[in-house]
T-cell receptor, first 113, second 116 residues
Framework: AQSVTQLDSQVPVFEEAPVELRCNYS??????LFWYVQYPNQGLQLLLK??????LVKGINGFEAEFNKSQTSFHLRKPSVHISDTAEYFC???????????FGQGTELSVKP | GAGVSQSPSNKVTEKGKDVELRCDPI?????LYWYRQSLGQGLEFLIY????????KSGLPSDRFSAERTGGSVSTLTIQRTQQEDSAVYLC??????????????FGQGTRLTVV
């Protein structure tokens, strides 16, 4: 079955520290991968996406993610977080034949001063 | 408007009543999704419309749930005989899905449904 697993439900981190939010997906020949962010009381917005090409993808707000086909992972990273990065982060995948977006359970990033 | 519009933003209903949730996608977007987000949970896929193709209903949790998309634009999600476990935020998204290159989905603000 097609699935996305976000390994950490909550990630507390101090301001200016680096952070990695982990995402693994079930294997497939071709995938399209996304990270969405949901700030408190707001809708989801796209952070970054991998469609093809370079495996290192840069997104908004200084975030980046690396597509690793052999490990079926798409981990999200930021070298130095801000208080304003506190939000829920969702990894999502679309498989070639399905077309629908499948989301992980989300990771709550909490940045402390 | 420029974004995905959902109405109502909040809905409180009594157990056993039927509810209709509306989604107006971005003009020209051919793909439309419904998701459910329960407290502390991820986004649960409900249904996916793509152009004139038969919708993918594989995520609908029971036969009390149904959705229509009229004229390839506005969509209505209907929940019959609501139960307390139906309480959640229902999110709609649309995408200018191109069969060659997948593009992002744009989300509405959601409808918060509370069944009392």
């Amino acid at each position: 079955a097609q699935s996305v697993t976000q390994l950490d439900s909550q990630v507390p981190v101090f301001e200016e520290a680096p952070v990695e939010l982990r995402c693994n997906y079930s294997s497939s020949v071709s995938v399209y991968l996304f990270w969405y962010v949901q700030y408190p009381n707001q809708g989801l917005q796209l952070l970054l996406k991998y469609l093809s090409g370079s495996t290192l993808v840069k997104g908004i707000n200084g975030f980046e993610a690396e597509f690793n086909k052999s490990q079926t992972s798409f981990h999200l990273r930021k070298p130095s977080v801000h208080i304003s990065d506190t939000a829920e982060y969702f990894c999502a995948v679309s498989y070639n034949q399905g077309g629908k977006l499948i989301f992980g359970q989300g990771t709550e990033l909490s940045v402390k001063p | 408007g420029a974004g995905v519009s959902q109405s109502p933003s909040n809905k409180v209903t009594e157990k056993g009543k039927d509810v209709e949730l509306r989604c107006d996608p971005i003009s020209g977007h051919t793909a439309l999704y419904w998701y459910r987000q329960s407290l502390g949970q991820g986004l649960e896929f409900l249904i996916y419309f793509q152009g004139n193709s038969a919708p993918d209903k594989s995520g609908l949790p029971s036969d009390r749930f149904s959705a229509e998309r009229t004229g390839g634009s506005v969509s209505t999600l209907t929940i019959q005989r609501t139960q307390q476990e139906d309480s959640a935020v229902y999110l709609c998204a649309s995408s200018p899905r191109d069969r060659v290159v997948y593009t992002e989905a744009f989300f509405g603000q959601g409808t918060r449904l509370t069944v009392v």
